[in-house]
């Protein structure tokens, strides 16, 4: 937003004052300032010139030569296609080297003669809209003097950062930032619209109800509207002086009757829309919800597609605006335009926000009332603009009293907050006498009352829609115009105490110790909403379509994902066309519809094994057997899946290769080889591994005993190798279970090497045992027994030695 220190001139003195240091001074205080900008330097740099002479060119009838003189900065020729460009008047000319808003001036040769510079228009000068001809000055004007000085003043700009300005909305206006520095600089604050200017102007309106009856129909987004009419105006460019100001806030001026209603928006901060009166049917204003949907073409070419509860402002036979937002087609201000109908309303500010999100329109005036205007000063902003109205037009006169509908007009209190001068220090961590508090405070427009030990602070109505609730508000108001470079800066005195971690932060380091430690993988992260595309090329039947996003921000990310598993082949596929073989895991939420509470969601690991050269199932699965001793949580390994983590009809899965890990009665786990035919939908073209854990059913079941520690083994260990044959069908798990029945105190460890399909009945699994004892170095011949031992028990099970 662009504020005009010419323009806030008007409601503080700010003549001592440099702009940089204005900008410094609020960005401190309030709020930040992006730039200070000059406009209008270029106009020190035009003169004011006497046209001598003028002849046609010769090489172009449509061009004048003109000779130009600049008094003392010399004559020079010029090339002008003006039409009103005539011998002896004097106008603006543009040197050479002059950077104007378009670009800079050139001097060149046009068509065989030299123009040294050239003479501009209104528009060209960034003064105003007119583009007619060339700019005439006033006759007395002196040749050779700045076009700076012809105007009186240069307008210089402060460019706020609008996202710092969401919580004041008083602020978007010269007036409210007028107060505010006024505040700050500790000068006085000219309030030209106070309660005598409305009192004056309320009692020179007509006793009579004017031409348009205004009303609301239910309730709807309209807090309140107050309504003027006003005849015999006629549409005609703007002053020079509003048009200047328009321009340097960054409007672009249109007409009088336009003008008039966004001057008075960047003024007093409250937007106004100006009607055609002929244009609203039957004489009344109606503003209501719609009830059916209807299409309304708006001033920006575009239309607007309405639904039932959109409020809208109608006349006797259908919408006109869109309220709050922006005008009709039909509404707005014609080039016969004779009698118009001042708007000023005040709207709520969420519907605003959604309704102007929905439609893709967003206006100066959405983006003000969205933030929260004062409504108690609506009045105001129609007051100013039948002001300007009845002082631009000549002639015009007001058409009956002020229309108002909505609640009474004493209807929104003030709010009050009770704090004291020691609840003050105390937040801000200095002293500070109670006068400077409340001198402060009312400069900022607060009416502070003593009462016993403690302070009534009224919050005025311009600063009571948004940012105040408790006693800190106001300290903060306190400190913010002190300068909290005065404050000195001091440590709380709190203590911080450590905090144990939760059992979840504990399952959580675990898991990333053995994944990166013991899995040698790499933690990734992936977005919790996918889109249908993924879920298509994953074949992953369960769409989550009961948790389809509202407004998603692409068709990528249009829902909750129902499982980590398309994300991460989405992972395989980006990371194969780089790496051959690469091992990768995410801890992340799976979202889950519930018919009881909308959405459940659960903590899952997903682990994910890709290599080229070689099927990594067997690896992937000792690594969750590690993670799971690892957490100390007793697991069973079973064939197939039940269908809680990974669907077992889903296509994805291999046959005879996928392994669940069961707890008690709960499946915790899944472990699986991913099938071909899938992965070409990723163009993967690779042995791929997939592992799912329910973190959150692990959480529950995590035996969080102390570690407990002992010593190093002091006599080696021997590792011998068994392969044993099995059915195809036949579940590992169940090989492995053959031995541990024996208890071997001897047996340290048990492990799966590899598994090997030999043909459509038979596969082979290779085991490796560890064994060692306490009490010294096993012999040959103990090794020999305790193998024969598993061997024979293995063969009576149906799992003879592989020959």
Same mark, same amino acid.
């Given at each position: 937003m662009r504020i005009s220190l010419s323009w806030l001139s008007d409601f503080v003195a700010l003549n001592d004052t440099s702009p940089e240091g204005l900008a410094k001074l609020f960005t401190s205080t309030t709020a930040e300032v992006e730039d200070v900008l000059r406009p209008e330097a270029h106009l020190q740099h035009c003169l004011v010139v006497e046209v001598r002479t003028l002849r046609p060119h010769p090489q172009n009838r449509d061009l004048q030569v003109a000779e130009v003189d600049a008094g003392p900065a010399g004559k020079f020729q010029v090339?002008?296609?003006?039409?009103?460009?005539?011998?002896?008047?004097?106008?603006?000319?543009?040197?050479?080297?002059?950077?104007?808003?378009?670009?800079?001036?050139?001097?060149?040769?046009?068509?065989?003669?030299?123009?040294?510079?050239?003479?501009?228009?209104?528009?060209?000068?960034?003064?105003?809209?007119?583009?007619?001809?060339?700019?005439?000055?006033?006759?007395a004007a002196r040749m050779g003097q700045s076009v700076r000085d012809i105007l009186g003043d240069e307008h210089v700009v402060i460019e706020f950062?609008?996202?710092?300005?969401?919580?004041?909305?008083?602020?978007?206006?010269?007036?409210?930032?007028?107060?505010?520095?006024?505040?700050?600089?500790?000068?006085?604050?000219?309030?030209?619209?106070?309660?005598?200017?409305?009192?004056?102007?309320?009692e020179k309106l007509p006793p009579h109800r004017g031409p348009i009856q205004v009303s609301l129909d239910g309730p709807s987004s309209c807090v309140c509207y107050y309504g003027l009419s006003i005849d015999n105006v006629k549409v005609a460019p703007s002053p020079l002086w509003m048009q200047r100001r328009l321009i340097a806030a960054g409007?672009?001026?249109?007409?009088?009757?336009?003008?008039?209603?966004?001057?008075?928006?960047?003024?007093?901060?409250?937007?106004?829309?100006?009607?055609?009166?002929?244009?609203?049917?039957?004489?009344?204003?109606?503003?209501?919800?719609?009830?059916?949907?209807?299409?309304?073409p708006l001033l920006d070419g575009t239309t607007a597609q309405l639904v039932p509860g959109d409020t809208v402002v109608c006349d006797a036979q259908g919408p006109l605006v869109v309220g709050g937002i922006i005008g009709g087609l039909s509404s707005g201000i014609q080039p016969d335009t004779q009698s118009v109908f001042i708007e000023a309303a005040n709207w709520l500010p969420s519907e605003i926000r959604k309704l102007s999100t929905r439609l893709g329109v967003r206006t100066d005036s959405s983006a003000r009332f969205e933030k929260g205007l004062d409504p108690s000063r609506v009045i105001i902003t129609v007051l100013r603009a039948a002001e300007l109205t009845l002082e631009i037009c000549p002639g015009a006169v007001v058409s009956g009293s002020l229309e108002y509908a909505g609640p009474p007009e004493n209807a929104f209190?003030?709010?009050?907050?009770?704090?004291?001068?020691?609840?003050?220090?105390?937040?801000?961590?200095?002293?500070?006498?109670?006068?400077?508090?409340?001198?402060?405070?009312?400069?900022?427009?607060?009416?502070?009352?003593?009462?016993?030990?403690?302070?009534?602070?009224?919050?005025?109505?311009?600063?009571?829609?948004?940012?105040?609730?408790?006693?800190?508000?106001?300290?903060?108001?306190?400190?913010?115009?002190?300068?909290?470079?005065?404050?000195?800066?001091?440590?709380?005195a709190g203590v911080i105490s450590p905090l144990a971690p939760s059992t979840g932060l504990r399952v959580h380091r675990l898991i990333r110790d053995v994944m990166v430690l013991h899995g040698r993988s790499l933690e990734v992260t992936t977005y919790p909403m996918i889109g249908e595309d993924l879920l298509n090329r994953a074949e992953w039947k369960r769409a989550a379509q009961e948790l389809e996003l509202a407004n998603p921000i692409s068709r990528d990310r249009d829902r909750m994902r129902p499982s980590l598993i398309p994300s991460l082949l989405d992972v395989c596929a980006l990371n194969h066309k780089h790496y051959s073989a690469f091992r990768a895991f995410e801890i992340g939420r799976s979202y889950f519809a519930d018919p009881k509470h909308f959405s459940r969601e659960e903590t899952h690991l997903g682990?994910?094994?890709?290599?080229?050269?070689?099927?990594?199932?067997?690896?992937?699965?000792?690594?969750?057997?590690?993670?799971?001793?690892?957490?100390?949580?007793?697991?069973?390994?079973?064939?197939?899946?039940?269908?809680?983590?990974?669907?077992?009809?889903?296509?994805?899965?291999?046959?005879?290769?996928?392994?669940?890990?069961?707890?008690?009665?709960?499946?915790?786990?899944?472990?699986?080889?991913?099938?071909?035919?899938? !992965?070409?939908?990723?163009?993967? =073209?690779?042995?791929?591994? /997939?592992? +799912? *854990?329910?973190?959150?059913?692990?959480? $529950? &079941?995590?035996?969080?005993?102390?570690?407990?520690?002992?010593?190093?083994?002091?006599?080696?260990?021997?590792?011998?190798?068994?392969?044993? !044959?099995?059915?195809?069908?036949? =579940?590992?798990?169940?090989? /492995?279970? +053959? *031995?541990?029945?024996?208890?071997?105190? $001897? &047996?340290?460890?048990?492990?799966?090497?590899?598994?090997?399909?030999?043909?459509?009945?038979e596969k082979s699994v290779t085991l490796r045992l560890t064994f060692g004892s306490k009490e010294g170095t096993l012999s040959g011949e103990e090794l020999n027994a305790l193998s024969q031992r598993v061997i024979t028990k293995l063969s009576a099970a149906g799992h003879p030695l592989k020959q």
């Amino acid at each position: 937003m662009r504020i005009s220190l010419s323009w806030l001139s008007d409601f503080v003195a700010l003549n001592d004052t440099s702009p940089e240091g204005l900008a410094k001074l609020f960005t401190s205080t309030t709020a930040e300032v992006e730039d200070v900008l000059r406009p209008e330097a270029h106009l020190q740099h035009c003169l004011v010139v006497e046209v001598r002479t003028l002849r046609p060119h010769p090489q172009n009838r449509d061009l004048q030569v003109a000779e130009v003189d600049a008094g003392p900065a010399g004559k020079f020729q010029v090339v002008c296609g003006a039409p009103n460009v005539r011998s002896g008047m004097k106008c603006a000319y543009a040197p050479a080297g002059v950077v104007l808003p378009a670009g800079p001036v050139e001097a060149k040769d046009i068509q065989g003669e030299r123009s040294s510079g050239f003479l501009a228009s209104q528009q060209e000068l960034g003064v105003g809209s007119d583009h007619s001809g060339v700019w005439e000055l006033p006759a007395a004007a002196r040749m050779g003097q700045s076009v700076r000085d012809i105007l009186g003043d240069e307008h210089v700009v402060i460019e706020f950062d609008n996202k710092s300005l969401t919580h004041r909305p008083d602020l978007w206006g010269h007036l409210g930032v007028g107060r505010e520095l006024a505040a700050i600089l500790r000068r006085p604050f000219k309030d030209l619209y106070a309660e005598s200017w409305q009192s004056k102007w309320q009692e020179k309106l007509p006793p009579h109800r004017g031409p348009i009856q205004v009303s609301l129909d239910g309730p709807s987004s309209c807090v309140c509207y107050y309504g003027l009419s006003i005849d015999n105006v006629k549409v005609a460019p703007s002053p020079l002086w509003m048009q200047r100001r328009l321009i340097a806030a960054g409007l672009r001026p249109i007409n009088n009757l336009v003008d008039i209603g966004n001057y008075v928006m960047l003024e007093v901060g409250g937007p106004v829309h100006m009607f055609d009166r002929s244009q609203i049917r039957a004489n009344k204003i109606v503003v209501r919800r719609l009830s059916q949907p209807s299409e309304l073409p708006l001033l920006d070419g575009t239309t607007a597609q309405l639904v039932p509860g959109d409020t809208v402002v109608c006349d006797a036979q259908g919408p006109l605006v869109v309220g709050g937002i922006i005008g009709g087609l039909s509404s707005g201000i014609q080039p016969d335009t004779q009698s118009v109908f001042i708007e000023a309303a005040n709207w709520l500010p969420s519907e605003i926000r959604k309704l102007s999100t929905r439609l893709g329109v967003r206006t100066d005036s959405s983006a003000r009332f969205e933030k929260g205007l004062d409504p108690s000063r609506v009045i105001i902003t129609v007051l100013r603009a039948a002001e300007l109205t009845l002082e631009i037009c000549p002639g015009a006169v007001v058409s009956g009293s002020l229309e108002y509908a909505g609640p009474p007009e004493n209807a929104f209190p003030l709010r009050q907050i009770r704090t004291s001068t020691q609840r003050i220090e105390a937040a801000l961590g200095r002293e500070i006498a109670e006068n400077q508090i409340v001198d402060i405070l009312t400069r900022l427009g607060f009416t502070v009352k003593a009462d016993r030990s403690a302070l009534l602070v009224t919050v005025p109505s311009f600063r009571g829609t948004r940012d105040f609730e408790f006693d800190a508000d106001i300290a903060e108001e306190v400190g913010r115009i002190i300068g909290y470079d005065n404050i000195a800066p001091k440590a709380p005195a709190g203590v911080i105490s450590p905090l144990a971690p939760s059992t979840g932060l504990r399952v959580h380091r675990l898991i990333r110790d053995v994944m990166v430690l013991h899995g040698r993988s790499l933690e990734v992260t992936t977005y919790p909403m996918i889109g249908e595309d993924l879920l298509n090329r994953a074949e992953w039947k369960r769409a989550a379509q009961e948790l389809e996003l509202a407004n998603p921000i692409s068709r990528d990310r249009d829902r909750m994902r129902p499982s980590l598993i398309p994300s991460l082949l989405d992972v395989c596929a980006l990371n194969h066309k780089h790496y051959s073989a690469f091992r990768a895991f995410e801890i992340g939420r799976s979202y889950f519809a519930d018919p009881k509470h909308f959405s459940r969601e659960e903590t899952h690991l997903g682990c994910l094994f890709c290599d080229e050269k070689a099927d990594k199932t067997v690896a992937l699965l000792d690594t969750i057997e590690a993670l799971f001793r690892r957490l100390k949580v007793p697991i069973r390994f079973d064939n197939g899946t039940s269908g809680g983590l990974i669907p077992s009809e889903w296509s994805g899965l291999y046959p005879d290769q996928v392994m669940s890990l069961w707890s008690g009665d709960s499946e915790v786990g899944v472990v699986a080889r991913i099938h071909p035919m899938l !992965l070409r939908n990723f163009k993967i =073209s690779a042995h791929v591994s /997939i592992a +799912v *854990v329910n973190v959150t059913a692990v959480e $529950e &079941l995590y035996l969080s005993d102390p570690i407990r520690y002992q010593p190093l083994a002091r006599f080696p260990l021997s590792e011998i190798d068994l392969t044993v !044959l099995a059915g195809r069908d036949q =579940s590992i798990s169940q090989v /492995i279970e +053959v *031995v541990r029945s024996l208890s071997l105190a $001897e &047996l340290q460890r048990l492990s799966v090497l590899s598994v090997y399909e030999l043909n459509d009945h038979e596969k082979s699994v290779t085991l490796r045992l560890t064994f060692g004892s306490k009490e010294g170095t096993l012999s040959g011949e103990e090794l020999n027994a305790l193998s024969q031992r598993v061997i024979t028990k293995l063969s009576a099970a149906g799992h003879p030695l592989k020959q």
